[in-house]
């Protein structure tokens, strides 16, 4: 019997939709398989059970009420009261939780989740978003862009510091320690900042222009409160986190902390949920839930022009849903679009085998409420990371103001050579 099947239930506002993609086991059907989700997610298991209550059910029992067979997307509506306002980890364990191990479905993503008002407010957002990042670092109509210290470990702090600082004096808005940078037997999180602040105010004096240094302060919990503590003393504005590897706990602690910093949401081992796009929970799931928590800018992709594998149009569509919906009017929305009852939006963050040649149509696709970053595409340019970083620079310009990079590259001898090397995409 599929109790948990009514093709002709109108779902609720005040209820949590999830869009799954389903691809049932030998022997079901859609419905069926759809049965078993709804179930496993909410207040069922395999059985009846005797302890079962009709009030239990009346109240908290999800309807699988939207069948597509051509694509085997089932949208779910589950009441609100099934989950704890506040409580990202509560509310992953149940409708991505044990769903995708069930014998009854051969595969299962989830695509896309849809948060009622309810929960929505449960939350603070993030703190800065995008206006509060452009004042900030004092960009104007131009993407940001930064640099990733390279090679992703293994220098010493000053080294550190000096790759970072050539890119500032270069030209660049932020640079970024790599995901698996924290603090190591040879290159220690304290003295590391110390070393890169102090070579970051010089660059702020040197240039004129506004240098931001985005540490990683991924750890135990209690030890990024205290490393957030360190780079706030030394007038830090940023922190970046592996959001996954730190964990949904983790990042509601460090928001409830009220910091007072920028949220750098970096997504390291995202790609094991996010990339097989019958199997796991996709990226916008994943950039919806940053957004609830608190993540002033995040990795979303390069719209697949760089280095990583993207599934489909997804990072054009999770940039409409954490920017703003009017301004990327252009792109087809999500499925279901959320509306964010006035939380700020993400900035996106586009990073990932990028190089100067790559910008024009990067900014084409993602437009310029982006920060761009290139570590082996600034590095890696003939002349080192200073002249790398003008590239960028010169490239950046030259997309705003429509002007071909070979064009602009004849009397900017920088970007010049990084297209020699690297080409215009
Ligand atoms: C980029 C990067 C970033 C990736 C993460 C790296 O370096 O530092 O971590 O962009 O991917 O380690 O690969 P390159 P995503 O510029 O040298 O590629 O942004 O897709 O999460
Ligand atoms: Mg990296």
Known sequence: MLSYVNKKYKPKKTELICLYKIIPAKGLTLEQAADHVAK?????????????????????????????????????????????????????SSIAGNVFGMKAVQKLRLQDIDFPESIVKSFKGPKFGIEGIRKLTKVKNRPLVGTIVKPKVGLNEKQHAKVAYDAWIGGLDVVKDDENLSSMTFNNFDKRMKETFKLRDQAEKITGEKKIYMPNITAETDEMLRRAKVVKKLGGEYIMVDILTIGFAG???LVKANLGMVFHAHRAMHAALTRMPDHGI?????????RLIGMDQ???????????????????????????????????ASVLDQNWYGLKPILAVASGGLQPGMIPKLVKKMGIDIVAQFGGGCHGHPDGTEAGARAIRQATQAAIEGISLKKY????????????LWGVA
């Not at 996709?282 to 940053?290: L, P, Y």
């Not at 990583?308 to 997804?314: F, I, P, Q, R, S």
């Not at 900017?412 to 990084?418: C, G, I, Q, T, V």
């Open 298 to 332: 995040l990795h979303i992709g390069t719209a697949n022009i760089g280095k990583m594998a993207e599934v489909g149009e997804e990072c054009c569509q999770i940039l409409r849903a954490i920017e703003d919906p009017k301004a990327k009017a252009n792109i087809k």
């Open 409 to 420: 590259a004849k009397n900017h001898e920088e970007l010049r050579k990084a297209i020699d």
């Open 40 to 92: 496993e997610s909410s207040i069922g298991t395999w059985t009846t059970i005797s302890t079962m209550n009709p009030k239990v059910a009346k109240s908290l029992k999800p309807t699988a009420y939207k069948f597509d067979k051509k694509t085997g997307e089932v949208k779910i509506a589950y009441p609100p009261h099934l989950f704890e306002a506040g409580n990202i980890p509560e509310i992953l």
């Open 282 to 290: 996709s990226m916008m799931v994943i950039a919806k839930v940053m």
């Open 251 to 253: 990042l509601q602690t």
